[in-house]
């Protein structure tokens, strides 16, 4: 009777709802003129051609106008993309207006030209001490997740266009591809110019808990593998647009405190579009797998040390069954067992349980610096 009870309990947000059956239509690709293409890209060219004297194009810092870039692609490609997010955040609640369509992939191919095309510049060898330019292994590593985001939306792409799917193993194939890739990126460099990007940074604990908790949950993002593009591309923003406050603050353009004020913010912005994504594809306990399969991952990499394979080894697996037991998937896929309550508890007991052991962690740091 008590286990009777418990699967029957929900909360106000689970309430069932009478399903409402639409017949299904065949899925339309929206092309966009060529002139619209054409047009999209006029005021980066303006911006290069002119070299910021011309118009409004006088508001961007002459100091962005690098003879690195001599032959002006990554001005270009990086005004295009920045271009290309604001024009995106119009589209946000229709997933940010991505679909089957081949405007999608030309996109997809945009951004990651402008991460590709960053390896055209001299920088520093070494992280200066306040964290807050870019070095090396930041770079390689920008790259590295930037293209590990595309290639999940390229995925869901291809499912779309060519009706297929969905193909999980790929979605896993991708996380590990990009640990791969990014160890091959750290041993490709210099050690003395190796430097971890969150813990870095010349901040508080809090911050940097928060921003390594950030990174878990973008992995997991990827491992769960929602069928749609908006989640993905906010991580593209977040990385490229974090990547270009950087080369502000490289050019003195911006202080060391406004680069952290601006990283939280885009952070911020990112995670709002992913949350708002996890709700519109499995509703409020999507979400609240999403915390306590991410916290599961960060309490037995941070906590207990175990080696990042391992770690996500063990989370390809969990998601595999976790993702059942939400409305990601169909009604007729879903877990029956897994009750009501189940991922708000989770995710409860798992704040707890990481909280507690990052006290105890910060605890015994404290007191081996004492001694």
Known sequence: ???????????PWQAKVAP???????????????????????????????????????????????????????????????????????????????????????????????????????????????GSRIWPEFRLHSIVFACRSLACMSIVWAEERFATGPHYLANVCVVFATLLSADTATNSVDPKSRSNTIRGLEMSPV??????????????????????????????????????????????????????????????????VANLEVINCGGVDALFMFTALALAAASLRVLLGLNKYLVWAIMSVVVQFARRCTAIVPPELRSAAWPAWGWPVAAAVMVALFLGGIMLKERSKAAQKSQ
């Not at 961007?60 to 003879?67: D, E, G, R, Y």
């Not at 995106?88 to 997933?95: G, I, K, T, V, Y």
């Open 207 to 272: 911050y940097k808990y928060s921003f390594a908790l950030l990174q878990f949950l973008g992995t997991t993002g990827c491992l769960v593998g929602l069928r749609a593009y908006a989640a993905q591309f906010a991580i593209v923003f977040i990385i490229q647009t974090y990547a270009f406050t950087l080369t502000l603050r490289r050019k003195n353009l911006v202080s060391h405190k406004a680069t952290i004020l601006i990283y939280a913010c885009q952070l911020s912005l990112g995670v709002t």
């Open 20 to 130: 409402v059956i639409v017949e299904a239509a065949a899925p339309k690709f929206v092309e966009l003129p060529p002139h619209f293409l054409a047009l999209f890209w006029v005021l980066p060219l303006v911006l290069c051609l002119t070299h910021g004297s011309l118009g409004i194009a006088r508001l961007v810092p002459k100091k962005l106008f690098s003879h690195e870039d001599s032959t002006n692609v990554h001005k270009l490609l990086g005004f295009g993309c920045l271009l290309h997010f604001l024009l995106r955040c119009a589209f946000l609640p229709n997933d940010m207006g991505f679909n089957a369509s081949l405007l999608t992939p030309a996109c997809i191919v945009m951004h990651a030209a402008l991460s590709l095309s960053s390896l055209i510049f001299h920088i520093p060898k070494v992280r200066i001490k306040e």
């Open 1 to 11: 009777m008590v286990g009777n009870f418990s699967r029957a309990f929900r909360f």
